[in-house]
C-alpha cells in the first residue's frame, strides 16, 4: 500500500459515524486526480498567507504542508509514482 492510500479515520464525537479519509484525495470524492492537485496548491497559498490547510495534502506525513507535498502528488496523479 502506498503512503497515498493509506487511510486515515476521523472520528467526530461518539455518536457522529466515522468518517474515513484519503491522505491525497483532498476533495474526498475516492479518487486521487487533478483536482485533488488544484486543492493541494490552493491549501499551499492559504498556508503561506497564514490560514489553516487542510492537513490531507500532509502527502510525507511530515506535519506540514510543503511544496514537497505537492510535487509527490504531482507525480502520483501523472502516474510517476504509486
Ligand atoms: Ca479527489
Ligand atoms: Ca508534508
Redesign the pocket.
Known amino acids: 500500500m502506498s503512503a497515498l492510500a493509506a487511510a486515515a479515520v476521523l472520528a467526530v464525537g461518539s455518536s457522529a459515524p466515522a468518517i474515513a479519509a484519503t491522505t491525497g484525495d483532498l476533495n474526498n470524492d475516492g479518487v486521487i486526480d487533478s483536482f485533488d492537485l488544484v486543492l493541494c496548491r490552493k491549501n499551499l497559498i492559504t498556508m503561506f498567507s497564514g490560514g489553516q490547510a487542510d492537513m490531507l495534502g ?9 511544496i ?2 505537492l510535487v509527490l502528488l504531482q507525480k502520483y496523479v501523472l502516474g510517476s509514482i504509486k
Open positions: 500532509d502527502i510525507d506525513g511530515n506535519g506540514s504542508i510543503q514537497n507535498d
